[in-house]
Nanobody, 121 residues
Framework: QVPLVESGGGLVEAGDSLRLSCAAS?????????IGWFRQAPGKEREFVAA????????FYADSVKGRFAISRDNAKNTLHLQMNSLKPEDTAVYYC?????????????WGQGTQVTVSS
């Protein structure tokens, strides 16, 4: 069973919006320290997009998406969202949800399988 499941990807035009969702299947998000979004474009390394510390609700964004993307969450549905506005062709990538169990962990522990976002010019 995949610990995290992403949804909401698709093909849009530049300037459009999309909302990605991440659902946790094994444990409540409140038991994680941090939940983040990463993306990987063809031929490029995976890069950080945004993250939130679940308990303190502190959020972090990559400079490339700051002001355009926003994390939100639905505690009742154990779901995290990534609202993506003013999308650009360079936002095209597979987007992954990931979760870290502790502040002491160097890397993220659980990952989803990814959802494709394609932005046409």
């Amino acid at each position: 069973q995949v610990p995290l499941v992403e949804s909401g990807g698709g093909l849009v035009e530049a300037g459009d919006s999309l909302r990605l969702s991440c659902a946790a299947s094994r444990r409540a998000f409140s038991t994680y320290y941090r939940i983040g979004w990463f993306r990987q474009a063809p031929g490029k390394e995976r890069e950080f997009v945004a993250a939130t510390n679940w308990i303190r609700a502190v959020t972090f964004y990559a400079d490339s998406v700051k002001g355009r993307f926003a994390i939100s969450r639905d505690n009742a549905k154990n779901t995290l969202h990534l609202q993506m506005n003013s999308l650009k062709p360079e936002d095209t990538a597979v987007y992954y949800c990931a979760a870290k169990t502790s502040a002491l962990r160097q890397s993220y522990d659980d990952w989803g399988q990814g959802t494709q976002v394609t932005v046409s010019s």
